[in-house]
DNA sequence: CATTGACACTCTGTAATTCAGAGTTATAGA
DNA sequence: TCTATAACTCTGAATTACAGAGTGTCAATG
């Protein structure tokens, strides 16, 4: 069966990922505000993430307060790839349309 | 931000729920079978998503021996669908054409 | 008819994950 | 300098995920 990578595949992180992909180098402060999460939780998930190697992180410190700068690694952006075709394999996603409208296609849904 | 559906997404159970909606009513041994999971693992998903009515089940006993059968509920129809449009606003899923080959869309990941 | 083996689950405990809030360091303003 | 605030980081509790042991039923065999 397909596989779905345990790493990418968890709703913080998945969120995480595919804004970093979408938006680019991101400060912690900007991830916490985007994403609406806890200081904690936030770090614990990224740890994850660097230490996959999925996202690499730049301190800057020295004029202004300290910041981290987290990006996407090309290993991350690979992953969420496969990710995504995995996700396309297993849900028929494509084929209906934008949106979905009839419902899940494949099955009506016997109820009887 | 976009909310996954938390009781979705997770490796086994979105397995579980898209095989389900495609293939429709299957015993407890054919999901085993298919998803490759412990007996156990299988039982603690399938519970889950009975306690929150996105799956049923319908027990025979009498003839053979006593088997469960699963099926998705309406219920569970509509939070996958719900899910899957959360994920297709989430990653940039259609638009790419069939498999996404050029890489994820938006950033070509400057890794300066 | 008792016994053995296999199937179909179900229960229980452990390991891993997730999360929130307390703690730490550093800057900015009064 | 003293206080407030921003930017993390650490710690421990609660939840979740998982595997294997346990329970009950049926079929086959002697």
Not at 20 to 33: C, H, P, V, W
Not at 67 to 84: E, R
């Amino acid at each position: 069966m397909e596989e779905l990578d345990p790493l990418l595949h968890q709703p913080l992180r998945t969120q995480l990922v595919a804004f970093l992909a979408g938006a680019g180098e991101q400060t912690f402060s900007d991830l916490k505000r985007q994403l609406a999460v806890s200081d904690g939780n936030l770090d614990a998930h990224l740890k994850k993430l660097l230490a996959a190697d999925y996202v690499a992180v730049r301190k800057e410190s020295g004029n202004g307060r300290p910041q981290s700068f987290f990006i996407l690694t090309p290993q991350g952006l690979a992953a969420l790839n496969d990710y995504v075709r995995a996700l396309q394999r297993l849900l028929p996603l494509a084929g209906s349309g934008d949106g979905l409208p009839g419902g899940f296609p494949g099955r009506t849904l016997a109820t009887d």
